[in-house]
């Protein structure tokens, strides 16, 4: 029962639609929802520090001579592989043992393997770490969003998913101050061009929320409740025969895929190569004032650390704001508005970024890219009964995933394909900037899935304990 600030009287029912969506929250659930949003930020923190790491990593463990961004084009690739692969099978599995005890697995699976990678000796043992870690990672989103839309009051859920996404953003800025850090130390207290190896270090220590993920977090009441009601009436949960054997839950489901596809390649494919933009072009302009190698190495690793902060601090406002868009104009109005206003601003970054001084530029782009994910954390769960609920979140979120391995592949062979012939570094510069602008188009294709989809402002959560309908 809602109280107001000032009395125990029970609140009127439009007083209580009006509070702030925390003031639904009791103790339980801010502890879910605490619990929900630390596994999502570390899992953030170890992607971040994977993006700021890859181009050390990829020189340190290739033969001299080798493309380097082409090869970390292929990293990214087995890890988002890795991820979508790990979607499919711990969204699935969340539904059918819980979502609290998956996620937990999925926490220590990602924080171990992230740690493993600092001991990497080349690059096959390099990949498969990665992939490992994707699997534990592409398990986190779906379960974190379904653990708390399941157990947080309705008049909270969007809020609460909303704000659950705009917390990434602190694992992401969290990942851009080791960066920095780390870039202070460099060539003193280890080696140059090793920092890579000490950032999935420090991605290892998330496993610790593991002992209280499993101890503590219980499962949510409605999943127990259904979870029952499913064994008496024969519904099946975690099934992609039951998903796609309903048209109810096929069309939500193929659409929802397509509309995570544009905003997943347009960050995983483009926006989350910002780094490689910012380094190519303070090396040109740490060279021109004259700098050793050693003093450049250690500019550039601070610099992109900078960059990954100010990217996302600009996304935590962006998420923020979408939250607040989705709720007041409808998760379609907000979305439309984002996958346009992300087109615009992507193609700029890339055609206009030139100094230290455009770093600006990284929070706008920031905003609106990783704006579109709150989005899915406050929509995909509204499309979806409780016994698919992990499965068709984690189904659309991440098997487009699978298309967005193929990002930062075709990002890397249309570079090459306009630097065919070029020699000098300003003319290889020019070819990806010129790769990624024509690649931001991908974000125009959500507009396509978005007109098909139903609105869910102000409608219930969907149920279905019944069998699947052919």
Not at 97 to 118: D, E, F, H, K, N
Not at 259 to 279: M, T
Not at 429 to 452: D, K, T
Not at 454 to 465: A, F, N, Q, V, Y
């Amino acid at each position: 029962m809602i109280t107001t600030p000032s009395s125990n009287v029970p609140a009127a029912p439009e007083v209580a639609a009006n509070l702030p969506w925390w003031k639904h929250l009791k103790s339980h659930h801010w502890f879910i929802f605490a619990m929900a949003s630390l596994a999502w930020l570390f899992d953030c923190l170890d992607q971040q520090l994977f993006l700021l790491a890859r181009g050390s990593a990829m020189k340190s463990l290739l033969p001299i001579g080798t493309d380097l961004r082409l090869y970390g084009g292929y990293a990214t690739t087995i890890f988002v592989a890795g991820w979508a692969t790990g979607g499919l099978i711990f969204g699935a599995v969340g539904d059918r043992i819980g979502r609290a005890r998956t996620l937990a697995l999925t926490v220590l699976l990602y924080s171990l393997c992230t740690g493993l990678s600092a001991f990497s000796t080349g690059w096959i043992d390099f990949a498969i770490y990665r992939f490992i870690t994707g699997l534990g990672v592409g398990g986190v989103f779906g379960l974190a969003v379904a653990l708390v839309a399941d157990s947080l009051p309705d008049q909270a859920r969007p809020g609460a998913l909303g704000t659950l996404q705009a917390l990434s953003a602190v694992g992401n800025i969290t990942a851009g101050a080791i960066s920095i850090l780390l870039g202070q130390f460099e060539g003193s207290w280890f080696k140059t061009g090793e920092a890579w190896k000490y950032m999935f270090m420090v991605g290892a220590l998330p496993a610790f929320l593991c002992v209280f993920l499993q101890i503590r977090l219980k499962e949510p009441e409605k999943w127990v409740k259904a979870r029952e009601e499913g064994r008496k009436t024969g519904a099946q949960f975690g099934s992609y025969a039951s998903l796609f054997g309903d048209a109810r839950w096929r069309r939500p489901a193929l659409l929802g895929m397509m509309l995570c596809v544009a905003g997943v390649v347009g960050l995983w494919g483009i926006g989350f190569f910002s780094p490689e933009l910012v380094s190519d072009v303070l090396d040109r302009s740490l060279k021109a004032q004259g700098l050793d190698a050693k003093a450049i190495a250690a500019q550039k690793t601070i610099w992109t650390g900078v960059n990954m902060i100010v990217q996302n601090l600009g996304a935590f406002f962006g998420m923020l704001t979408f939250t607040k868009a989705a709720q007041r104009y409808g998760r379609k109005p907000a979305f439309a508005f984002a996958f346009v206003a992300a087109f615009i601003v992507t193609f700029g970054y890339f055609r206009f970024f030139n100094s230290k001084s455009d770093i600006w530029m990284s929070a706008v782009m920031g905003f609106f890219q990783l704006g579109l994910f709150a989005g899915f954390a406050i929509y995909l769960p509204e499309l979806f009964p409780t016994r698919l609920r992990s499965t068709g979140t984690s189904f659309c979120y991440n098997v487009g995933r699978f298309i967005a391995a193929s990002g930062p592949f075709t990002l890397g062979k249309l570079q090459a394909s306009l630097a065919a012939g070029a020699t000098s570094p300003a003319a290889k510069l020019q070819a990806f900037r010129s790769a990624a602008c024509y690649l931001s188009a991908i974000f125009l294709v959500g507009l396509i899935a978005l007109f098909f989809l139903h609105e869910t402002k102000g409608r219930p959560m969907p149920e279905d304990l019944q069998p699947a309908k052919a």
